[in-house]
């Protein structure tokens, strides 16, 4: 297994908030919609060769499956009503940097120890930070839980590594643990996973539902159009109320059909539930969404335009991750030199 190397390409171009702004508004309830056809998934690699398994599934769990798959092991081991928990083990498995070896790394999984889980926890998250530090702090309520590891009993651990296991048998990894991000991008698993955790009746009182992933794709296909000509790299997509992104899923998915690269527009998601908030700065990364993908998590109601407060939040962020940067970079040339010293002496 590599080490994942936290200093590699850390650049963080400005963020700029474009001319033109895409808002992608909400369905109305009872809104009719004609069926779309769900876009083909992307297929198993071929074997390599004689005794050579495929990476990745031909058939993944769907959505609703996956996310029934994990409420129910969270809750079958009686892991508690921390749906962080259970949501930051699937944005850990999402979020695993080394790509395109699906089976061999459900099989690195399956092998670790509760232990050994929280501490790939933290170290996707401290890998992550020093990328996208901004979105990152934003998820950090999915991944804070780890740094626990002492206050857990063994029943807690239980229950945490038989959610890692759920999500292993239920291909997280085949979603998300493609080398492209537009086949990582079929299905939002964190979505999913939160409908799942949630009550209905908590969800009814947060005003909070899932909007259909084929509906997503309709709206998108409707606002943005088929004219590659109409829409340029540069523009920017707005979700005042964005859940955990969907609808940004969507309209990545469109662009790329169109020959567009996601990662040359601006995307800013709006959203008051933290939760949601953090699941969709998780998606941003996993979608390939680009440099300039924010969220703030705020009540769009009362608080209108949250842009600016979003772009202070990642000036900040980045700030502070480069700082950490050079002290870590200060502290290990002080500790060769202090090794080189000590070599020298010994020679002498």
Not at 217 to 223: F, G, N, T, V
Not at 282 to 299: K, Q, R, T, Y
Not at 319 to 329: C, K, N
Request: aromatic fraction near 8%; charge should be negative; glycine fraction near 8%.
């Amino acid at each position: 297994m590599e080490q994942l190397d936290l200093f590699a390409s850390l650049g963080e171009p400005e963020a700029l908030k474009p001319e033109k702004t895409i808002t992608l508004p909400k369905p109305v309830a009872g809104q009719w919609a004609p069926t779309v056809a769900k876009p083909q998934q992307p297929t198993a690699a071929a074997a390599a060769g004689p005794g050579r398994r495929a990476e990745f599934s031909m058939r993944p769990a769907d959505g609703p499956a996956f996310g029934e798959a994990i409420a129910s092991a969270w809750h079958r081991a009686h892991g508690g009503n921390r749906m962080e928990i259970p949501l930051g083990i699937v944005a850990t498995l999402a979020l695993w940097p080394l790509k395109g070896h699906a089976r061999t790394l459900a099989d690195f999984f399956r092998g670790l120890d509760a232990q050994q889980l929280l501490a790939c926890v933290r170290e996707v998250a401290a890998y992550w930070w020093m990328r996208r530090p901004d979105l990152i702090d934003t998820a950090s309520v999915l991944f804070r839980w780890a740094e626990e590891e002492e206050k857990y009993t063994q029943h807690e651990l239980h229950a945490i590594r038989a959610t890692f296991h759920a999500a292993l048998d239920h291909n997280a990894l085949d979603h998300t643990g493609h080398e492209d991000p537009e086949a990582n991008s079929w299905i939002d698993l964190m979505s999913w996973t939160i409908t799942s955790l949630r009550h209905h009746t908590a969800r009814q009182g947060l005003g909070e539902y899932h909007t259909p992933p084929e509906v997503c794709d309709m709206m998108a296909a409707q606002i943005i159009g088929e004219d590659p000509e109409a829409i340029h790299e540069g523009y920017s997509l707005l979700d005042p109320c964005a859940g955990t992104g969907g609808m940004f899923r969507s309209a990545a998915q469109h662009l790329r059909g169109l020959d567009l690269d996601p990662a040359k527009f601006t995307w800013f998601a709006q959203e008051i539930d933290p939760l949601a908030a953090a699941g969709c700065a998780v998606n941003m990364i996993v979608w390939g969404l680009g440099p300039n993908a924010m969220v703030a998590c705020g009540d769009t109601l009362a608080e209108g335009d949250l842009w600016r407060r979003a772009v202070e939040h990642r000036r900040v962020m980045v700030e502070r991750r480069d700082d950490v940067a050079a002290q870590m970079a200060i502290a290990y040339a002080v500790r060769r030199a202090e090794q080189l010293i000590g070599a020298a002496s010994e020679a002498t």
